[in-house]
T-cell receptor, first 114, second 111 residues
Framework: ETGVTQTPRHLVMGMTNKKSLKCEQHLGHNAMYWYKQSAKKPLELMFVYNFKEQTENNSVPSRFSPECPNSSHLFLHLHTLQPEDSALYLC?????????????FGSGTRLTVV | TQLLEQSPQFLSIQEGENLTVYCNSSSVFSSLQWYRQEPGEGPVLLVTVVTGGEVKKLKRLTFQFGDARKDSSLHITAAQPGDTGLYLCAGYGAGSYQLTFGKGTKLSVIP
């Protein structure tokens, strides 16, 4: 039990579909993150929420749309994705944005766009 | 952009051998973290190093932060199959709230 739960674990979607990834944490953390992990690339930070407010958007295409209704839940809404968007999408949380206790990651959603 | 270069990219060793993996940058980091990621799972924090020259031990794992806080190493003694995984280093640049990750070292320990 990592404390950060992501669903679904696996997702296959067509380029015209709309789907959502869900992340939930029960650690009392106030910062939540979406990362993209592709082969042969470092983890790429996509979005940061601190106390439910978006503080970072690292030039992510608009086909990815985050939502943070409260400090415990984070969503990533997907629409009209491209095959190159296939990757492992990881959610993480932390107590504060610069934290020596590190990030707690979920197990990720393995996304395949066909 | 503050980059972290990890080497080697891949490492395959026999059980019982020792190994060292490296994390290097041309930039100064206020702290560095090491994570291990197993297949199908998210990264799990192993350690944070903060002070230049700092050495931390976690059972058979020894972590060192360079004196200039630009590099770090992870040494594993008597590797076991359970050590298999992707080892990631990550750091906060000076004045930055963004955690920058390296590409990782993929370690395979063969029984």
């Amino acid at each position: 039990e990592t404390g950060v739960t992501q669903t679904p674990r696996h997702l296959v979607m067509g380029m015209t579909n709309k789907k959502s990834l869900k992340c939930e944490q029960h650690l009392g953390h106030n910062a939540m993150y979406w990362y993209k992990q592709s082969a042969k690339k470092p983890l790429e930070l996509m979005f940061v929420y601190n106390f439910k407010e978006q503080t970072e958007n690292n030039s992510v295409p608009s086909r990815f749309s985050p939502e943070c209704p409260n400090s415990s839940h984070l969503f990533l809404h997907l629409h009209t994705l491209q095959p190159e968007d296939s990757a492992l999408y990881l959610c993480a949380s932390s107590q504060g944005q610069q934290n020596y206790d590190g990030y707690t990651f979920g197990s990720g959603t393995r996304l395949t766009v066909v | 952009t503050q980059l972290l270069e990890q080497s080697p990219q891949f490492l395959s060793i026999q059980e019982g051998e020792n190994l060292t993996v490296y994390c290097n940058s041309s930039s100064v980091f206020s702290s560095l973290q090491w994570y291990r990621q197993e297949p199908g799972e998210g990264p799990v924090l192993l350690v944070t190093v903060v002070t230049g020259g700092e050495v931390k031990k976690l059972k058979r794992l020894t972590f060192q932060f360079g004196d200039a806080r630009k590099d770090s190493s992870l040494h594993i003694t008597a590797a076991q199959p359970g050590d298999t995984g992707l080892y990631l280093c990550a750091g906060y640049g000076a004045g930055s709230y963004q955690l920058t990750f390296g590409k990782g070292t993929k370690l395979s320990v063969i029984p």
